[in-house]
Each structure stands twice: as structure tokens, then as C-alpha cells.
T-cell receptor, first 113, second 114 residues
Framework: AQSVTQLGSHVSVSEGALVLLRCNYSSSVPPYLFWYVQYPNQGLQLLLKYTSAATLVKGINGFEAEFKKSETSFHLTKPSAHMSDAAEYFCAVSSYTGNQFYFGTGTSLTVIP | EADIYQTPRYLVIGTGKKITLECSQTMGHDKMYWYQQDPGMELHLIHYSYGVNSTEKGDLSSESTVSRIRTEHFPLTLESARPSHTSQYLC?????????????FGDGTRLSIL
């Protein structure tokens, strides 16, 4: 069975500070991993995806994530937070065929001016 | 810009009414999904489809039903709405065949049952 765990349901950072959102996965086979962002009253938007190519994945809006197999982690980072980054972030894992996705419980990011 | 559309965006309706939430996508994806999302909770898969005339129930028990008569259309129906159905419903689509593609989401329908 596959699952993801997001540590910290709420994260607050100051504008300009490093953003670090944590995600650990559980998968018996090499996973496909995704980060999504959700702004208020909207659906989920894909930030980036890992599909067994490079372990460091760059996404939109300056975000990136690093796949670490030894730690079963796929943490999301951004060097400098912007006010517009305030949103809910979801980590997800899918099966090899992509037939089913499993989402974490989400992390709400607050950016303090 | 969205290639997957959900209507209505918001719906407030009384108990016992029949409701259909619409979802359409223009990407030609075989796979479509319905999720239920409550504040602070993960997305719960309630229905999915791998193609026309294919529908399956997801992990979360739901009193809703779905149909997939056309590739682009995946409506969700509640025959008799109850207050416990109050939630946000997200439709997604992704990929064809055995390819692994990220899911694309609509903007959701926020449903309130009085």
C-alpha cells in the first residue's frame, strides 16, 4: 500500500525566509511523487513531479523538491518566501500506472510580512 | 487556464433534493476522479473511471453515483442530499492507458446542504 505523511499541518515563515514543507512516503515500489498547491476556493495545481529521472526536481514559482530514497522523503523547498506563496500544499504518491493517487493531509503555509 | 471544468462552483440546497455535480475535461484523458475534501483533511477518493462505461468506487464510502458515457464528461449525482454531504467536491483527470501523468483538477464545487 502507498501513502504519504506530511509533517506539520501549519507552517509559518517570514517573507524572504526559506520555505521547507516535509513529505515522507511509504511505497513498496519506486514511487511517482507530486507536490500540488491549492489557493482558496480553487482546485489543486501541480507544482512539480518526480518520475525517477533527476532526484532534484524544479517546479513552478521557484519551488523545488529532492527525492531521497534512503530517507523516503520528498521535501518541498523555496529559498525565499513570497506573500503569494501562502496556500495549502499537498504531497501525493501514485502507483506505477498512475491509476490511483494518494494525498497527504496538506500543509497550510502562512507568510508573515 | 483550466482544461477541466466543474459546475456549479457553489451550491446551497435543502435536504432531500437530487443533485448532479458536473465535470468536463477537454484533454482527452481516459482517467477521471472525484474527490471529497473537508478543511484540514486529505483528499478522499470517492469515485474513479478509467474510460467510457468504466466506473469504480473509491476508498471513501459515498452515497453518490457517477456515470461515464462520454470520455469528456463525468457527472456525480446525489439522489437525496443530506447535511452530511456538505463538503467540497473536486474532479480530476489524468492520462490515458497505463501512462503515468499528474492529475489535473477542476476548481471544485462547494456544496452546502441545509
Amino acid at each position: 500500500a502507498q501513502s504519504v505523511t506530511q509533517l506539520g499541518s501549519h507552517v509559518s515563515v517570514s517573507e524572504g525566509a526559506l520555505v521547507l514543507l516535509r513529505c515522507n512516503y511509504s511505497s513498496s515500489v519506486p514511487p511517482y511523487l507530486f507536490w500540488y498547491v491549492q489557493y482558496p476556493n480553487q482546485g489543486l495545481q501541480l507544482l512539480l513531479k518526480y518520475t525517477s529521472a533527476a532526484t532534484l526536481v524544479k517546479g513552478i514559482n521557484g519551488f523545488e523538491a529532492e527525492f531521497k530514497k534512503s530517507e523516503t522523503s520528498f521535501h518541498l523547498t523555496k529559498p525565499s518566501a513570497h506573500m503569494s506563496d501562502a496556500a495549502e500544499y499537498f504531497c501525493a504518491v501514485s502507483s506505477y500506472t498512475g491509476n490511483q493517487f494518494y494525498f497527504g493531509t496538506g500543509t497550510s503555509l502562512t507568510v508573515i510580512p | 487556464e483550466a482544461d477541466i471544468y466543474q459546475t456549479p462552483r457553489y451550491l446551497v440546497i435543502g435536504t432531500g433534493k437530487k443533485i448532479t455535480l458536473e465535470c468536463s475535461q477537454t484533454m482527452g484523458h481516459d482517467k477521471m476522479y472525484w474527490y471529497q475534501q473537508d478543511p484540514g483533511m486529505e483528499l478522499h477518493l470517492i469515485h474513479y473511471s478509467y474510460g467510457v462505461n468504466s466506473t469504480e468506487k473509491g476508498d471513501l464510502s459515498s452515497e453518490s453515483t457517477v456515470s461515464r458515457i462520454r470520455t469528456e464528461h463525468f457527472p456525480l449525482t446525489l439522489e437525496s442530499a443530506r447535511p452530511s454531504h456538505t463538503s467540497q467536491y473536486l474532479c480530476a483527470s489524468g492520462g490515458t492507458g497505463k501512462s503515468n501523468q499528474p492529475q489535473h483538477f477542476g476548481d471544485g464545487t462547494r456544496l452546502s446542504i441545509l
